[in-house]
């Protein structure tokens, strides 16, 4: 058993419930912890604040991010990620409703792995996000944990 899991980043319940809906109906992660906003990502992801006394070495094997997010964007999120050497490599896909170039380009910019729309209809959006929990799940080789640590 792995101790890798899958991290979602979001603030919509609505689009909550669906992304785990698409992930699990194909078994595509053992666990996925979800937080619902930038600083809470962060403190998870660096085992501070109300998440001190998680074990920072689980690591998770992908964080879908959403941009729009309160108190820290998604942008924000992914700047602090890349700039520190223990999450540089952490694979991430921004998953959001913007389809505006800027978010795009500004994601790239700062280290995203992939950027999703989320599509609007529903089929659409279980399929999208079916197909990319499928490809970072099984067919993506990660970095290996020990260079996440």
């Given at each position: 058993?792995?101790?890798?899991?899958?991290?979602?980043?979001?603030d919509?319940?609505?689009?909550?419930?669906?992304?785990?809906?698409?992930?699990?109906?194909?078994n595509?992660?053992?666990?996925?912890v979800?937080?619902?906003?930038?600083?809470?990502?962060?403190d998870?992801?660096?085992?501070?604040?109300?998440?001190?006394?998680?074990?920072?070495?689980?690591v998770?094997?992908?964080?879908?991010?959403?941009?729009?997010?309160?108190?820290?964007?998604?942008?924000?999120?992914?700047?602090?990620?890349?700039?520190d050497?223990?999450?540089?490599?952490?694979?991430?896909?921004?998953?959001?409703?913007?389809?505006?170039?800027?978010?795009?380009?500004?994601?790239?910019?700062?280290?995203?792995?992939?950027?999703?729309?989320?599509?609007?209809?529903?089929?659409?959006?279980?399929?999208?996000?079916?197909?990319?929990?499928?490809?970072?799940?099984?067919?993506?080789?990660?970095?290996?944990?020990?260079v996440?640590?």
């Open positions: 058993m792995t101790d890798r899991f899958i991290l979602l980043v979001e919509n319940p609505d689009d909550e419930e669906l992304t785990l809906l698409s992930l699990r109906k194909h595509l992660a053992h666990e996925i979800v937080v619902h906003d930038g600083v809470e990502a962060i998870f992801l660096f085992a501070q604040g109300s998440y001190a006394n998680r074990e920072i070495s689980r998770p094997s992908i964080v879908l991010l959403d941009l729009k997010l309160p108190k820290l964007d998604g942008l924000g999120v992914l700047k602090r990620l890349r700039a050497e223990r999450t540089r490599m952490l694979p991430v896909v921004v998953l959001t409703s913007s389809s505006q170039d800027a978010d795009v380009i500004a994601s790239y910019n700062l280290g995203a792995n992939s950027y999703v729309r989320k599509p609007v209809e529903f089929g659409a959006f279980v399929e999208a996000v079916s197909s990319l929990g499928l490809y970072w799940a099984t067919v993506n080789r990660p970095p290996p944990l020990d996440l640590r």
